[in-house]
């Protein structure tokens, strides 16, 4: 019964500390959730977009025509099948930053390649090349 006790002198303690400062933090826990569900919206509006983007386009699509292509301010970019020119044309302004004036489509079929005695597959994929205004720029690799 002493060893029962003491428990409940213990949550008697913790009972009696947590019904004094509720009144005084109450306040504090509901601005606290108020500000983090206002960040919150905030942060997932961009991160909506960036995932938006990311659904569109696969990744820049980097060769040596590519690159003579970047000189003349027309990037090329390997892009998700269901996808049309607009939702690209939307994607690379919002998240580059740049005016879009025109965009084309590329389908680059599967082919199948020898092996020694099997047959392989190389999948095939569907490029964008976007034109961008003059003076502006798209920084695909990092310096």
């Given at each position: 019964?002493?060893?029962?006790?003491i428990f409940n002198k213990e949550?008697?303690?913790r009972n009696g500390k947590k019904?004094?400062?509720p009144a005084k933090?109450?306040?504090n826990v509901i601005n606290t959730k108020k500000e983090t569900a206002a960040t919150a919206k905030k942060t997932t509006g961009a991160a909506k977009e960036n995932a938006s983007v990311y659904r569109i386009i696969r990744n820049p699509h980097i060769t040596e025509k590519a690159t003579k292509l970047a000189e003349i301010n027309q990037y090329v970019f390997k892009v998700f099948d269901n996808i049309n020119k607009d939702m690209i044309k939307k994607?690379?302004?919002d998240f580059y930053g740049?005016?879009?004036v025109a965009v084309r489509?590329?389908?680059?079929?599967s082919r199948t390649k020898k092996r020694g005695k099997g047959?392989?597959?190389k999948q095939g994929y569907r490029k964008a090349i976007v034109a961008v205004a003059k003076g502006q720029t798209i920084e695909v690799l990092p310096r």
């Open positions: 019964m002493a060893i029962n006790n949550k008697k303690e019904a004094s400062n933090s109450a306040g994607a690379v302004e740049v005016k879009v489509m590329v389908n680059i079929h047959i392989a597959i």
